[in-house]
Every structure is written in C-alpha cells, then in structure tokens.
C-alpha cells in the first residue's frame, strides 16, 4: 500500500465518533460534528437540490426533525451561480437553513446526462440544461464550487457509470474517479469543511474493495458508496452493500448516496451504514402517494373521499396533526398546490423518524426486532 501525504490542515471543525453498537450486526450510532452542528447519525437527510427541499420552508424542514439535508453543486452553478451565493456567503445564509448541508458533487447529473456530455480525463464537457451553454467542470473547479458555497461536506467530483456487466468500463471509471479523487483532495483548502471521497466500482465487489483500499489512502473525512441506485437489480446492489459497507473505516462516516427507501435504509444500517439521502419523500408526495409505516397509502384515489382519518394516525407531523385524508384528497384532486405540500411535508418527516427510530432501536440493542417488527407490517403495494 503506497503511502499518500497527509492533507496540509488540520480540520478541527468536523469529527465523528461511534456511540452505539447493535450486538448481532455492523450497525452503529454515531455523532458527526460539522461547522453548524452536530448530526446524530444513522441520519436521513432530505433533497435540497436547488436550495430548496420541494415543497418545504426551513421551518417545516427543523419542525420534521431534519438535523442535514443535501444540495446539489451542478444545479446551483447553473441556477442562480456561485457569484450569488457567494454575495450572501454561504447557501446556509442564501436559504435561510442554519444547520449543516452537504453538497453532492454532480457526478450523478452528468451521468444522467449522457447524450449531452463528453467525459475526459481533464473533467466533463456538456451544455447546460436551462439555457444549453457550454459548461465545463473538473475535479478542481467542483472543490472550488462547494467551498464557495460553504457546505458543511463536499463530495469529490466521481464518474458515476451505468449498471453494466462491461467490467472493462467499470475499471476505466474506476481509475478516473480515483485520478480525480486526487486531484480533488490535493485542490482542497477550507478548513472548516469536510471532504467525502467516493467508491465506485460497479456491481463487481473486487473491484468495489480495491476501490474502497486506494480511496482510504487518500485520507478522506468521510467515504461514500456511489454508483448504485442506477439501474442494477436489487440483489446486486444488496450485495454490494453487504460486501463493502462493512469494510469501509470504523472511524469515519459512511454515506450511502441515493439509497431511499425504509426497507433499503434497514438493509444497509445492518451492514454499517450512517448517512442517506434521496428525493422519494418530496417525489411521491407530489403524486400524492405517502409513506407510512403499513406502506404507501395513494391519498388521492376515490375511496378516502369522505375518510376523516389523518395520513397516518398516531404521526405527529404538522399534515396528521391537522387535515384528513379527504382534505388531502380534495386538494390535490382539485391541482391545489397545498396538497402535494402537505403530503410532502408527511412523508420528509416519516423519513426522518423513522431512521432516528432506528437510531433508538441500536442504542437499546433492539435493531433486529425493530426490523422485523416493520417489515411485517410495511408492503410496497399502494393502497
């Protein structure tokens, strides 16, 4: 194993410790400190993309028990621009969230934009969704985009390839992404921020581990599971989790990105996992589907046209508290835009709670009960 120099700081702002262990599996809870805060994790945070979580103010956001949420560097460069964000000095002050962001590096849009771009070994060349100008973006200028936007964890910018049996085109992404990986960590100078490197490697675990071992050199804050969620079926992306998660350093946060699901999130906290995001929430709330802990309840259809029941009865959150589901219904039947807001607002709040129950359940040593216990009752059939 060749050795990498140490980073030239020393980032005093942002730690993280272990605090719990469930005794039957890799799961664990934790502490993160960052520069606004600290973030008890296993932690769900919502999908703030363009400096906003859909639908929800900050206000809902800390009334849901968001304690993180993400945001995105390629859709802020385009809209509204660094030079904004930078005028209010950070997005925390530009969106009025005074607690911790991390910011995805974008490598997850470029791959999603593959007939508009071209990947080279210098960085990625495509044209702009909004108003098709040319943009141009490198392991260096996306370290110069998050910490002028001040994030609390920026990501390196990582080749995110499709689900492929090629494992000659994993290897080359692979090897790019650690290329740029280090160009990355080398351009990286904010103290007060923290730097998450990135595995890749496809559905093939030998090559997820030697990514996992040459990324670990680098010497991250932190270190992500990336390239899943992207096409490949469940089994191998369960697989993958189970492989690498548990290998990924005991003393650092482990981010699986885009996993986003309650069942997901069980799997991959019983292998060790502590950070999550995904736009499910916001996305089923705008169809008017919510998440409950019997499973999707489609608020919408005909049969909950005179019901007086909450989404979720027992749920706390602002939308249960006070509206029925034919209010719901009502609303957004009639294309009101309230009514995707409050289902949204539901299900960012089922989400957050539901892994902070989770968190609960491993510091009583009960996570494999508490498993169990859901998945008896939870079903993906909408109802």
Not at 17 to 40: I, N, Q, S, W
Request: glycine share 8%.
């Amino acid at each position: 194993m060749k050795t990498v120099a140490k980073r030239k700081f020393d980032n005093k702002t942002f730690g993280f410790e272990v605090t719990a262990r469930d005794p039957k599996t890799h799961a664990r809870a934790g502490l993160m400190t960052t520069a606004h805060g600290v973030v008890e994790t296993p932690v769900f945070m919502p999908v703030g993309t363009q400096g906003t979580v859909k639908a929800l103010t900050p206000r809902d956001l800390q009334e849901a028990g968001a304690e993180i949420i993400l945001g995105n560097t390629y859709h802020l460069y385009i809209r509204p621009g660094i030079d904004i964000i930078q005028k209010f000095g950070s997005l925390h002050r530009f969106m009025a969230w005074e607690g911790p962001i991390l910011t995805d590096s974008g490598g997850f849009q470029v791959f999603s934009l593959s007939r508009l771009r071209e990947i080279s070994e210098e960085g990625a060349r495509f044209h702009s969704y909004f108003d098709g100008k040319e943009i141009f973006l490198t392991p260096e200028k996306v370290i110069e985009i998050q910490e002028a936007i001040a994030s609390d964890i920026a990501m390196i910018f990582d080749e995110c390839p499709p689900a492929t049996q090629d494992k000659k085109r994993i290897r080359h992404s692979l090897e790019l992404t650690l290329r740029w990986s280090e160009r990355a960590r080398k351009h990286h100078k904010r103290p007060d921020q923290a730097l998450f490197g990135i595995i890749q490697g496809g559905i093939f675990n030998d090559l997820r581990k030697e990514s996992l071992e040459r990324t670990v050199e680098m010497d991250f804050d932190g270190y992500a599971l990336g390239g899943l969620c992207v096409g490949e079926l469940k089994d191998q992306m369960l697989d993958v989790i189970s492989t690498v998660t548990p290998k990924m350093p005991e003393d650092k946060p482990r981010y699986l990105m885009g996993i986003g699901t309650p069942v997901d999130f069980l799997d991959s906290i019983e292998q060790g996992a502590d950070l999550f995001d995904c736009v499910n929430p916001t996305r089923y709330g705008r169809n008017g589907t919510a998440f409950t802990r019997g499973g999707l309840r489609v608020v919408r259809n005909g049969k909950y046209q005179k019901d007086e029941k909450p989404i979720e009865e027992g749920c706390t959150c602002y939308t249960c508290r006070h509206f029925s589901r034919a209010y719901l219904r009502h609303l957004l039947n009639a294309e009101e835009m309230l009514g995707p807001q409050l289902v949204s607002i539901h299900n960012v709040t089922f989400f957050v709670q539901f892994v902070r129950s989770i968190r609960q359940a491993i510091r009583e040593g009960r996570f494999l009960k508490f498993k169990k216990d859901f998945l008896n009752n939870f079903s993906f059939e909408s109802r």
